[in-house]
């Protein structure tokens, strides 16, 4: 059974840079026909994508995070990392990891992390 | 970006209740769509993809349908365990986007 744990920092200053890592574990991070997705979800709203990771680290970003975002792959520890910079209160949410099954005519989310609270506060 | 309109946006119905949840998507989408259930602390849980297929061990009660921009998910039997959010979500293109969501609430 494959699970996502997230993990990193619940508290970030103003203009400083969340670091978030996400561990697969019960399967392998590097194999093909999935891609690997943060999203985020505001208290008491509704789901943002942030964006995604393939295996051999092509990238994809929400444009309207996209000057912000990084997210890498560590084949090795068999886990991925989102890095969002210049933060402010409005990226204050509850995080979550997520691998996409991708498909001939299918994409979707099948197994998600519980979810990690970030709070952006001084 | 597509944007994603689900309604209504809250309901209120009993155990045993047949509902409907309405999801349009403001482009074509094929059947790139997905229904996601969430309980409140929990992560997302993935119940129909592909806009009409039952993901693994969802019950069969669960149902989805539609094509193009119209969509729609059925419960045919409201159990007290589905009382939660519904949300709908595009895999056509980049980004991915998600409805605002229904809240499901019992009577």
């Known amino acids: 059974q494959l699970q996502l744990q997230e993990s990193g920092s619940g508290l970030v200053k103003p203009s400083q840079t969340l670091s978030l890592t996400c561990a697969v574990s019960g399967g392998s991070i590097s194999s093909s026909g999935y891609s690997w997705s943060w999203i985020r979800q505001p208290p008491g709203k509704g789901l943002e994508w942030i964006g995604y990771i393939f295996h051999s680290g092509t990238t994809y970003y929400n444009p309207s995070l996209k000057s912000r975002v990084t997210i890498s792959i560590d084949r090795s520890k068999n886990q991925f990392s989102l890095k969002l910079s210049s933060v402010t209160a409005a990226d204050t949410a509850v995080y979550y990891c997520?691998?996409?099954?991708?498909?001939?005519?299918?994409?979707?989310?099948?197994?998600w992390g519980q979810g990690t609270l970030v709070t952006v506060s001084s | 970006d597509i944007q994603m309109t689900q309604s209504p946006s809250s309901l209120s119905a009993s155990v045993g209740d047949r509902i409907t949840i309405t999801c349009r998507a403001s482009?074509?989408?094929?059947?790139?769509l997905n229904w996601f259930q969430q309980k409140p602390g929990k992560a997302p849980k993935l119940l129909i993809y592909a806009a009409s297929s039952l993901q693994s061990g969802v019950p069969s009660r669960f149902s989805g349908s539609g094509s193009g921009t119209d969509f729609t998910l059925t419960i045919s039997s409201l159990q007290p365990e589905d009382f939660a959010t519904y949300y709908c979500q595009q895999s056509y293109n980049t980004p991915r986007t998600f409805g605002q969501g229904t809240k499901l609430e019992i009577k």
């Open positions: 482009q074509t989408i094929s059947n790139y």
């Open positions: 997520a691998r996409a099954y991708s498909g001939s005519y299918l994409d979707y989310f099948d197994y």
